[in-house]
């Protein structure tokens, strides 16, 4: 510029003046009279609120610096500004992992706080975490990321992870009622027994163990393995069962099973099968079956209760108490023969009883009708 010019300054504005050999400013207020072969340019200053802050680099050095707020700055001619941020509050319970990283460290920084970051620094995360409310119903499981272990924290407190941890699960306290067994299994493969019954009926599960989902038999042909069972009742139940079994003059029949059966032995229905009420009904009705097989149709109906109760309970049999079980009692609910034809003359048969039965009783009354009136005169 070789014509002067006089330039006025306002109390946040300054000339950056570029001459041959130099750089300068000059801060407001004021006014600057330019000389010839001067580059003048106006600038404002940085102001910054109370929680803002920037990062300030040296042209000549390279050297970042942060200047925080809240402040009014100037810049010097070999100064400029690379980053505008605000600064991170925290909350009491709140905390943030910061990374360095020239050296790779981890730091965390808790609430109540407000953060400001170097410029070789980054959180670990978009916002703030909150801490974790660990109390008689709620634990965390931690993560060291040195050591690879893991480890339960029950101690009540808001619990903040160290800059080596890391949150794994928020396990919730397991409480048993007093008819509840539950199965664990332990880090080695092992069973672990906790009952409604014993000291330890409220519990956390340890960092290395696990739950033990069985999945029982369903449907009334116990067809489908698609029952998940985490808790087993050990209270006596009802259960319904329905096959196919054939006479000894070969009528096929469908007959439907009430069991009325409890599990009294968990750790040795656990060593044997992970199925009860499916081995329960298989076997039973292998024994029905068999049973069934050696009466005719008419001795099957005159006595179903007897013959299925005889076949599932009175037989010297182990089967079920190697599996924990007892069948308390079992019922025959309902009987139809598999063969339409068959079905149709079985129901005449029942209908014609009835109306026999119904003939018998109403001869029955009319006997007693007759014999009062004898007695009377």
Excluded at 309 to 316: K, L
Aim: negative net charge; charged residues 30%; contains cysteine.
């Amino acid at each position: 510029m070789i014509i002067p010019m006089i330039h006025y300054l306002k109390e946040d504005e300054q000339l950056l003046i570029e001459r041959f050999t130099e750089r300068t400013v000059i801060n407001g207020p004021g006014q600057y009279i330019s000389r010839p072969f001067e580059r003048v340019k106006k600038r404002s200053a940085v102001v910054l609120e109370a929680r803002d802050y920037v990062y300030i680099k040296n042209q000549l050095t390279g050297e970042i610096r942060v200047e925080r707020g809240p402040l009014l700055y100037f810049l010097t001619a070999t100064e400029s500004v690379i980053k505008r941020l605000s600064a991170i509050p925290l909350k009491e319970s709140q905390y943030i992992k910061i990374l360095d990283n020239n050296t790779g460290i981890v730091r965390v920084v808790q609430g109540e706080a407000t953060v400001y970051l170097e410029p070789h620094e980054e959180t670990l995360s978009d916002d703030p975490q909150s801490g974790i409310t660990v109390d008689e119903h709620h634990a965390v499981i931690v993560r060291d990321m040195t050591t690879r272990q893991r480890e339960l924290i029950t101690t009540p407190q808001v619990f903040i992870p160290s800059p080596t941890q890391t949150i794994d699960s928020l396990p919730q306290r397991i409480r048993l009622e007093d008819h509840e067994t539950m199965i664990i299994r332990d880090r080695d493969g092992r069973y672990i027994l906790r009952s409604g019954q014993g000291e330890e009926r409220s519990f956390f599960l340890d960092p290395y163990q696990e739950t033990v989902t069985l999945y029982w038999s369903s449907g009334i042909h116990k067809d489908d393995r698609n029952l998940k069972i985490n808790r087993i009742d050990t209270r006596p139940k009802f259960m319904w069962f329905e096959f196919e079994v054939r006479t000894q003059d070969n009528v096929e029949l469908v007959i439907g099973i009430t069991f009325f059966w409890q599990i009294i032995n968990v750790e040795g229905m656990i060593k044997v099968t992970d199925d009860a009420p499916g081995d329960l009904c298989s076997h039973a009705r292998s024994m029905i079956i068999q049973s069934v097989s050696r009466v005719t149709l008419e001795q099957f109906l005159e006595g179903f209760n007897n013959i299925v109760r005889q076949a599932v309970i009175e037989q010297e049999d182990s089967f079920y108490s190697e599996r924990g079980m007892v069948v308390h009692a079992v019922e025959v609910r309902s009987v139809a023969c598999k063969d339409p034809d068959t079905q149709r003359i079985l129901q005449e048969i029942i209908q014609e009883t009835t109306n026999r039965l119904n003939r018998l009783q109403q001869q029955e009354s009319e006997n007693e009708i007759r014999l009062k009136n004898l007695q009377g005169q």
